[in-house]
């Protein structure tokens, strides 16, 4: 995750409270996407960006688990994901991100 998206996410987490914050990413990559998650949850692993040593706790999701799905617009859905829902191993992304949420996420949707 860039150091722009860190600070927006610290930023958001800052302003809203972490209580009101979820972190809903479109990573193809599950080793990536699992880094991304556990940045938002127990702090950046590199520690090279705003969020090196901050444990925010957030809820963090992978677009394409049932969560996510289950709230978004049909329409939005075919337009925006489902292609890639077809092409990508959306159980390794979904499991990847599940895994960083069930150690360090301190709430849940």
Avoid at 20 to 43: H, I, K, M, Q
Avoid at 46 to 64: E, I, K, N, R, S
Wanted: aromatic residues 6%; hydrophobic residues 40%.
């Amino acid at each position: 995750m860039d150091l722009e998206n860190q600070q927006r996410i610290m930023d958001a987490a800052g302003k809203y409270g972490a209580e009101n914050v979820v972190v809903v990413l479109g990573s193809a990559d599950p080793e990536g996407a699992g880094l991304y998650a556990e940045t938002v949850t127990a702090g950046d692993p590199t520690f090279a960006g705003p969020l090196a040593g901050v444990p925010l706790g957030l809820p963090v999701y992978h677009v394409f688990e049932e969560e996510i799905k289950a709230e978004t617009d049909q329409c939005v859905w075919d337009e925006q994901v489902a292609m890639m829902e077809m092409v990508l191993d959306t159980s390794a992304l979904a499991k990847s991100v599940a895994e960083m949420r069930d150690q360090h996420s301190r709430s849940k949707l």
